[in-house]
């Protein structure tokens, strides 16, 4: 394993990361890891999907 740090959160939601974590057969790490990836994909697929700026589409027309 890579170096560690701590990071606070509640118990509740220790526990919750931890089930997740033993339902996937995974540790805790990857868990964050798969649920810090998610998070983004959400992100990418919502810019993607929101309406073009008009400076987007004044530069797309430019092409």
Known sequence: MAETTTIRISRETHARVTRLAAQRHETIDETVRQAIRALRQDELARDLTAPLTEDE????DAC
């Open 57 to 60: 589409t004044a530069w797309l």
